[in-house]
């Protein structure tokens, strides 16, 4: 259901009402339910029903984008984090002292 495949059909069988297709008890007791081989018997409340799922799919569609928005945002974070680690001030330093012991006239080209 949480995907958003399939959940209204769900909820309509849900809500079904007693009709010729849907022999149901209005107010099932432990006994009926037991003389049913301890399957359910009662009727559905389309307004529970309705209200149940429409508020689920809500709150649910909510948290995955909010979660999905924050996983993406966190692998960028990490990248980004891991980029500025690789080159910082002290290794730029570290290779300019390195490059002036090969190159000490600063012409851009060391000899093989």
């Known amino acids: 259901m949480a995907?958003?495949?399939?959940?209204n059909d769900l909820m309509n069988v849900l809500s079904m009402p007693k009709s010729q297709y849907n022999t149901c008890i209005d107010n099932p007791t432990y006994?009926?339910?037991e003389d049913a081989d301890k399957s359910t018997v009662?009727?559905?409340s389309a307004f529970l029903a309705y209200v149940f799922f429409i508020s689920y799919m809500l709150m649910i569609t909510l948290i995955f984008l909010n979660l999905f928005v924050a996983i993406i945002l966190n692998g960028y974070f990490d990248t980004r984090n891991e980029?500025?680690?690789m080159l910082n001030q002290d290794v730029l330093e570290m290779?300019?002292?390195?490059?002036s012991h090969f190159d000490p006239d600063a012409t851009g080209f060391i000899k093989i």
């Open 31 to 33: 006994q009926d339910y």
């Open 3 to 7: 995907t958003g495949e399939g959940w």
């Open 95 to 99: 290779f300019r002292e390195t490059w």
């Open 42 to 44: 009662g009727c559905g």
């Open 83 to 85: 980029d500025s680690h």
